[in-house]
Structure formats: C-alpha cells, structure tokens
C-alpha cells in the first residue's frame, strides 16, 4: 500500500501547475476536451471499445508488476513495447481508417476547408425519380421482397458499385421491382442510384461492426448501416420477413417508415446533402434503432428483420 502511496505522491508532484491562465491555455484545454470526448464516443461504438478494455488490463497488470517489483515481467514488458505500439497499429487499421473518413466527411470541415470538392447545384435526381423509388419499395414490400437501395449523395460510391453488375438505366418502379424479384439473376446484393439512373445491382456493401445494433436484424440491414458508415449515402431497405421499409443514413437505422416519410427524405437530398442530426429531427413517421435524441430506447419493431 506504501508503494502505491509514493507512485501516486511523486505523480502529483510532477504536475505542472501554472501560476496564471491565460487565454492560449484555455483555449487548449477546450480543444483537449473536445477531442478526448469524441475519442471516448468513438470507442465505444466500434470494437476498439473491447480491444482498449483488454490494454487496460494488462496496464494495470504492468501496474502491479512494477509495484510489487516484478523485474522479470518488466524486463519483457519493455522489450516488447515497440513491437506492440506497431502492433496497436494494425489491430486498430479499420477503426481508425472508419475514423478517418467519418472526419472527412464532417459537413462543419467540408464547409471550412478550401479542398473540398465543388459539386454542381443542380437537383441531385428529378420528382419522377422519388415518385418511382417510393413506389417501388412500397410495392416490394407489400409482396414481402427483400431489397436493398442505395442513394448516392457528394461522396462516390464507386468501389462498391464495381463489386456489382453494370445497369445503368433509368430509374423506373418496374425495373427495381423486377431486379429485386426472387430468383433472379440481379436480386441478391445491392442496387445503387446515382442521379436518375440505376448505375450497378448485386452489390456487395461493408456490414457494420457497431456493437448497439440490435441482434434482431438480418445482413439486409446491416449492409445498409455499413455503407451509411463509410458514405454519406441515403439507403432504403425492404425487410423479407415483415415486409417493412427502413432507411439508413449516418450510421443510424430509421424502420418501419411510410411512404409520405420516405418522399420527404428524398425531396430533402434532392436540393442538399443530408445530416444525420437533421434526420433525428424528423421522427414522425419513422423510428430510430437504438438510441433516440432523448435518450429513450426505441422500443418498436420487435419482430426480426432480415
């Protein structure tokens, strides 16, 4: 306990503690704060949140080692210790490379950095095309046909679309309810949209790894949420075993949606791109899996989705 007790004195004796703060220092502090939240909130929504909780084990074992003055375990513990700041590295690769993107794509720095690529004002795809997307899912969903939609926004979708077959054709309600009819050649995987045409089907997408997802939906689902994660991309999902059409858009699945509440989101990314914060606004009609802006589970569609 007295080992413990000078490790802690001689920790808060090497503190700096400045005199006076002046507002460079506050200004530090703010940012630190900032960063170290979105860090935590990171974390915790992606598998790094378990990894992380295995390194604070064996900190606090290296703790205990070098309390009780284990100098075998020390030794190896320091010779290893390049190895394994390497070795974070790559277990951490697909974290931080989500991280990364999920940075770049922040509507707050797209706005702020000069870099950013200037797309054309024009409406992103016309009415007619709503009209048809709406009915389309509503029509496969009241036969109970699974499908998968996704509506391309700023960021391209292009590595996606070569895991896919070329269509590029018209977007028509008749052709997707056709693309999406089981037994067919293109009904398996994902169609994607760009502008007012259907560009690819049978699209492989990235699932999602995010730990709060509800153990209820099928790979469908997950896809849709994948592809939300990596791309600001608007997708509609129709569920084969309750025939109900979800949307996924920012990492977030909002389900059993009707049909004025699809017809406005589309409208919506018409003009601009979507945020996510925006669509949380936008609850009547639709409900959010997991976490709702107040804080309240959502409780509806407990019937599996897949």
């Not at 679309?161 to 009904?187: Q, R, Y």
């Not at 790979?219 to 996924?248: M, N, Q």
Request: proline letters at 2%.
């Amino acid at each position: 306990m007295q080992a413990i007790l000078d490790i802690i004195k001689d920790y808060l004796t090497n503190i700096y503690i400045p005199k006076t703060l002046h507002a460079t220092n506050i200004i530090e502090i703010i940012i630190l704060t900032f960063v170290l939240y979105e860090f935590m909130a990171w974390v915790k929504k992606t598998r790094a949140y378990s990894l992380l909780k295995g390194i604070l084990i064996l900190l606090l074992f290296w703790l205990i080692a070098y309390i009780f003055n284990f100098t075998t375990i020390l030794w190896l513990g320091s010779k290893v210790l390049n190895i394994a700041i390497i070795a974070l590295v790559v277990i951490f690769q697909p974290e931080l490379r989500k991280a990364l993107e999920s940075l770049g794509q922040r509507n707050r720095l797209s706005k702020i950095l000069p870099f950013t690529e200037k797309k054309d004002k024009a409406d992103r795809f016309s009415n007619q095309t709503i009209e048809e997307l709406v009915r389309a899912s509503f029509q496969l969903a009241k036969a109970k046909t699974g499908a998968l939609i996704v509506i391309e926004q700023e960021i391209l979708v292009t590595e996606y679309e070569k895991t896919g077959i070329a269509i590029d054709a018209i977007v028509t309600s008749s052709l997707l309810i056709n693309m999406f009819e089981k037994n067919t050649p293109l009904h398996d995987g994902a169609a994607i949209i760009r502008g007012d045409r259907i560009v690819a089907a049978t699209c492989y997408l990235p699932m999602s790894d995010n730990m709060r997802i509800s153990k209820e939906l099928g790979t469908r689902h997950r896809a849709a949420l994948g592809i939300s994660e990596v791309s600001d991309s608007l997708t509609i999902v129709v569920s084969e075993e309750t025939g109900k059409v979800s949307l996924a858009i920012g990492g977030e699945l909002f389900r059993d949606i009707d049909g004025d509440y699809l017809r406005n989101k589309l409208t919506f990314i018409q003009k601009r791109t979507l945020d996510v914060k925006r669509f949380r606004l936008w609850k009547k009609g639709g409900k959010s899996d997991g976490q709702s802006q107040d804080g309240h589970s959502d409780k509806s569609s407990k019937k599996s989705e897949r």
